[in-house]
């Protein structure tokens, strides 16, 4: 309900997967393995976490997938049987954000709510003196939050008030774009040099590396919502 604290379905950029006939593994001993090395690499901004994801209906068991996370890029892998064979995968995706009116409004009610509050225990001149002051210092934090690394992090992922700190005040800059190339270039290669040593642990000397077309798991009305039909149309 509130922003990127909920579990969307993120926007898939790229795919690829390794299916190995006859073939068993153990997903946990992969997902640690690439966890220690992403500690190891002291890759910055990154978070790690196992996901459930349903393997079909509700009634359907779930999936565990490991997702590496730096801002709202993220890497799923999954490493699963199918049958007497096995498959790693990688999905390279985006959670999708945007600023809904509802957040607006909310954002304003809290405005009106500290106003009122300040109003009650100061009075009207020095309450607005303070609201006008703590107003002046949100925005200093969100200035300030886009050229520090730290808290540009912990606001982005504040419910609703990260959103408008996204929309409203965090800029597009080349070091940006350049850092979320390197995330995806490095971690990606990370991963499938892990998936190289798993499958040459199982006998695979050579394992094969397919770069599928990404399939959406988000339906048309979702596309829609967060704009992505629109850019793919403009892309086309």
């Not at 393995?33 to 990154?46: D, I, M, S, T």
């Not at 079909?56 to 709202?72: K, M, P, T, V």
């Not at 999708?96 to 009116?101: D, G, K, S």
């Not at 040099?193 to 499958?199: L, T």
């Amino acid at each position: 309900m509130l922003g990127i604290i909920r579990k969307r379905k993120p926007y898939i950029h790229s795919h690829w997967y390794v299916p190995l006939l006859d073939t068993q593994s153990d997903p946990e001993k992969f997902y640690q393995a690439v966890e220690e090395e992403l500690v190891a690499r002291k890759v910055p901004g990154l978070s790690v976490e196992r996901i459930d994801f349903n393997e079909g209906g509700i009634l359907d068991a779930n999936r565990a997938y490991l997702r590496l996370q730096r801002e709202r890029v993220v890497l799923d892998l999954c490493s699963a049987p199918f049958g007497t064979s096995w498959w790693f995968s990688c999905r390279t995706a985006e959670l999708p954000r945007v600023l809904y009116v509802w957040e607006i409004l909310l954002v304003l009610a809290g405005l009106a709510g500290f106003f009122a509050l300040y109003w009650q225990i100061f009075g009207l001149i020095i309450g607005a003196i303070v609201f006008c002051s703590s107003l002046v210092f949100l925005i200093l934090v969100f200035l300030t939050a886009r050229s520090w690394a730290a808290l540009d992090e912990f606001l982005i992922y504040l419910p609703v008030v990260g959103a408008l700190y996204e929309s409203c005040v965090r800029k597009e800059t080349y070091h940006r774009q350049d850092q979320w190339l390197m995330y995806g270039t490095i971690v990606n290669t990370l991963v499938r040099g892990k998936v190289s040593e798993f499958c040459k642990a199982a006998g695979e000397e050579n394992p094969q590396f397919i770069t599928t077309t990404a399939r959406q798991i988000m339906s048309p009305r979702e596309l829609e919502k967060y704009g992505y039909a629109r850019s793919r149309a403009d892309r086309e």
